[in-house]
Each structure stands twice: as structure tokens, then as C-alpha cells.
């Protein structure tokens, strides 16, 4: 089919789907059951690594093939963002939700009961495509859940356990994988799996039906999933050498088709349309800062410091802590204030927190780098629920769900981009400066969200700060 054939979507149009459900009124349990998944996502995200050598050696294959234990997951989670969320705009969310948290469940079962490699590889990755549906739906879940002047409080529950899951996971893998053995790695995910299911279940109206995947959708699916797998598997690998950091030119045909072709431009057309490619980039900026800091003060106190890994863990977790003491609060004061100056006073109380930690140097107590961290902790709690509210609120009628696989690609690219430039910085500033050239690229791309979020959108952005209301739901 052509761009221009009858029937292919041009960039804004809205594809033939149910209508969305009317408003559940102030739904507090499902605003819940989308911040458990929204942990449980994210927790998986970061939970096995503590696990691979365990695995390799239970399974008797190589460290390279245990890996895939994690990018099994990874990879898909992220390729299949994007045409998930266009599939999810024209099924049903009740069934979609309950399917992707049932597979969800059910992967994690047979990865722990794996009894070969192949096994757990299949199981991840089945668990990946299940991740992806449920990364598009938490915050559709959360905003639709409540009332519009509810709204950031709403989405300050996804948007603070999200990223709370990610930086526990080593934490609460470390404990299990010493007390029961790496199978129940898997397996912790299953207690907030089925409580979300029977919510879901009882609690949420139902509102269409799941339809399956057309040939164009399969397509698009293809190059997106092989541009981002290329760029994700470069950005891992510039971590440890930043050589391989140009094999990331490679993944730019692909997904230079599938913008330019039938599944992108609509995707490009909303997002120019609705005035949010400057508060994606603020995401994107804030995640690389956030994974940044993260890598370079927990490699600094454990290889430079000679800091215990116990000491290292309860200092770095002062960031998380400090998130989500603040999460809530950001929700208040959004839907008090509005969205926006909420999330730029965060970005910027973060970008200060990790200016603050740019003169890191040898003599520096982890007290005097735990303070900072709950600093910047303090302002990316205070920023995550207004700046998704923020974009959520402006998403058109029945495109919900593509603009919330847009902002969680942009989170997850964040976080794959910063420990790479920040190994690219280290590496030519040298032993001494290093540390240095790392946290001062965490600070800058903080920094650089402060504008992106400042500046007023144009268009029906604009419109949707003071309640961070969508357009209304078209009634069934």
C-alpha cells in the first residue's frame, strides 16, 4: 500500500477503534494496580543482573549466553513500544491489560521452572512482549482512572514506582538469590500479578475487545524492533568500551523506513500535532542524567573509594528515597498548580542535586554524597507525576496509548543512553578527571530538560496544564 492509498493514516488521523471508556470516578484501586505493574516492569528491568553468574553456573552455559536472561527481557520490552502502543489505540485496554498481566505472570512461572537455557531465553522474551503491553498501559490506566483535577496525583503513582522498581532490583534480587537460589527471581513478580489481575478484572468496565495484528503492523514491528535492538545492543556495549558506541549508526536506516513509512508518520504526526517533542526530550534529558549519576557514583565508591558494596548500596539508595518522599507531593502540587511549573521546579531541583555532585573527589564521605543524591532524588519525585500528567493530559482522543509508548521509549533510551556517554566522557578526561566528566554529563543533560519543560507549548498542550485533562472520552 502506498502513503497516499485509501485507508493508510496520515500523520494526526485518528484509526477506527472502540471509543474510549467513560471515566472511572476516582478508581483508586486501579491507579494502584497501575503503579504495582508499573514496579514489577521496571524491577525486572534491572532484578536478574544480580543473578547471571548464579545462572550460568545452574544452567552450566556460558556468562555470554546468561545474558540473554536480561536482554531477552530488555530488548523487546523497548523494540515493541511503539507499535504496541498504535495496536493498543484500536483494541480494548480491559482484555489487553488482563492478557499482558496474565502472560506477564505466566512467563515468570516458566523462567523459574527453566531447565535449559533456550528454556529461560524463550520464557524472557515472551515476558518482554507482555512488558511492553503493560509500560503503554500504566499511565493510560492511571490517567483515566480519576478525575481530571485528580490527574497528578494519579500519574505520580506510576511515575514514581516505575522508577523505584529499576533501582531496588539488585537490592531485592541480592536478598532472594542468598536466601532461596535464583529461581525465585522470577518468581517475586507473581504476588503483584494476580492481586492486579483481580482488580482489573472486577473493578475495571469493559470496553471493547483485542483484534489481532495485521501485516503492516508486523512490518513496522520489524524495523523498529531491528533499529532499537542495533542501538540498545551498541549503547550497552559502549558501557564497558565506548568503541562500539558508532555501531549505533547502523540502526538509523531502519528506523529512518519506519519513520518516513506508514507507521511512524502518524506516530510523528501526533506528537508535532500535540506540541510534545520538547517534554519527550525533557524525559529522555532526565533519564540519561538520572542512569548517568547512578553508574559513575557506584562505580566511583566501589573501584576509586574502595567503599564496601553494602555502604555503596544504602548510599546510593538515598536517590530513590528521596523520589519517593517527594512523588506524592508532586502530584498535589500539580493538581493544585498545574503541571507545568511542578515539573520544572523538579528538573531543576535535580539538575542542582547533581551539579552538586560534579566536584566528587577523593576525601568525600558517602554521607556527603548521599545528601545530594536525595537532593536530586527529591526533585525527579517531584518532576515524574506532573511531567507525565503533562503529557498524558495532551494526548488527542483515541491516541492515549501512542503517546504513552512515546514517552516510555524516550524513558528507556534514557536510560540505556546515559552510562554510555557518561563511559565516553570518562574514558579521554583520564583516572583523575573521569569521575568528574561522567557526573558533569549527568548534570548537564538534567539541566538541559529545565528549558525544554519551561517553554509553553503551542497547540492543545498548552491547553491541558491547569487540570492535565485529555480531550474527553467519546461516550459507548
Known amino acids: 500500500m502506498t502513503d497516499d492509498a485509501p485507508g493508510a493514516d496520515q500523520p494526526g488521523d485518528v484509526p477506527e477503534r472502540p471509543a474510549d471508556p467513560p471515566e472511572v470516578r476516582d478508581g483508586w484501586l486501579l491507579v494502584a494496580v497501575a503503579g504495582a505493574l508499573a514496579f514489577v516492569a521496571m524491577l525486572d528491568m534491572s532484578i536478574v543482573n544480580v543473578a547471571l553468574a548464579d545462572i550460568s553456573q545452574g544452567l552450566g552455559v556460558s556468562a555470554a549466553t546468561a545474558q540473554w536472561a536480561v536482554l531477552g527481557y530488555q530488548l523487546p520490552v523497548v523494540a515493541l513500544l ?14 489487553a491489560l488482563l492478557a499482558a498481566t496474565g502472560g506477564f505472570a505466566l512467563c515468570s512461572v516458566l523462567a523459574a521452572a527453566s531447565p535449559w537455557a533456550a528454556w529461560l531465553i524463550a520464557a524472557r522474551i515472551g515476558q518482554g512482549m507482555c512488558g ?40 531485592v534480587g541480592g536478598l532472594l538469590l542468598d536466601q532461596l537460589g535464583w529461581r525465585w527471581i522470577f518468581l517475586v513478580k507473581i504476588p503483584f500479578c494476580l492481586p492486579a489481575l483481580a482488580v482489573v478484572w472486577r473493578a475495571m468496565p469493559g470496553d471493547g475487545r483485542l483484534r489481532g495484528a495485521d501485516r503492516r503492523f508486523l512490518a513496522d514491528t520489524a524495523l523498529m524492533a531491528t533499529g532499537v535492538t542495533v542501538l ?122 547533581l551539579l552538586l555532585l560534579v566536584p566528587l573527589g577523593d576525601g568525600w564521605s558517602p554521607p556527603d554524597v548521599a545528601w545530594r543524591l536525595a537532593l536530586a532524588g527529591l526533585g525527579m519525585g517531584l518532576n515524574g507525576g506532573p511531567a507525565q500528567a503533562l503529557v498524558m493530559g495532551a494526548a488527542p482522543p483515541g491516541r492515549a496509548a501512542t503517546v504513552g509508548s512515546t514517552v516510555q521509549l524516550a524513558r528507556s533510551l534514557g536510560f540505556t543512553l546515559g552510562p554510555a556517554l557518561a563511559t565516553a566522557a ?51
Open 232 to 353: 540498545l545492543l551498541s549503547l550497552t556495549l559502549a558501557s564497558d568500551t565506548p568503541a562500539w558506541l558508532p555501531l549505533a549508526l547502523v540502526a538509523a536506516p531502519p528506523l529512518w523506513w519506519w519513520l518516513r513509512g506508514p507507521g511512524g508518520r502518524p506516530v510523528a504526526g501526533v506528537l508535532r500535532a500535540a506540541g510534545l517533542l520538547r517534554a519527550h526530550g525533557a524525559v529522555l534529558a532526565l533519564a540519561v542524567g538520572f542512569a548517568a549519576m547512578h553508574y559513575v557514583v557506584a562505580l566511583h565508591l566501589r573501584r576509586d573509594e574502595d567503599v564496601s558494596a553494602t555502604t555503596t548500596g544504602l548510599t546510593v539508595l538515598a536517590f530513590p528515597l528521596g523520589m519517593g518522599l517527594a512523588g506524592p507531593l508532586g502530584g498535589r502540587l500539580a493538581d493544585r498548580y498545574g503541571a507545568r511549573p511542578v515539573a520544572v521546579a523538579g528538573a531543576a531541583l535535580t539538575a542542582v542535586g
Open 132 to 171: 511492553a503491553v503493560l509500560f503503554v498501559l500504566m499511565p493510560v490506566l492511571a490517567i483515566r482512572s480519576v478525575r481530571p483535577g485528580l490527574r497528578g496525583r494519579a500519574m505520580s503513582v506510576p511515575a514514581t514506582l516505575g522508577p523505584l522498581g529499576a533501582v531496588t532490583g539488585p537490592a
Open 426 to 476: 570518562w574514558g579521554p578526561a583520564g583516572p583523575d578527571d573521569g569521575v568528574r566528566a561522567g557526573l558533569a554529563v549527568a548534570a548537564l543533560a538534567a539541566c538541559s530538560a529545565v528549558p525544554l519543560l519551561a517553554r509553553p507549548a503551542r497547540g492543545p498542550a498548552s491547553r491541558t496544564e491547569k487540570t492535565t485533562d485529555a480531550a474527553p472520552a467519546a461516550p459507548r
Open 82 to 95: 511503539l507499535p504496541v502502543g498504535r495496536w493498543l489505540d484500536a483494541v480494548g485496554t480491559r482484555p
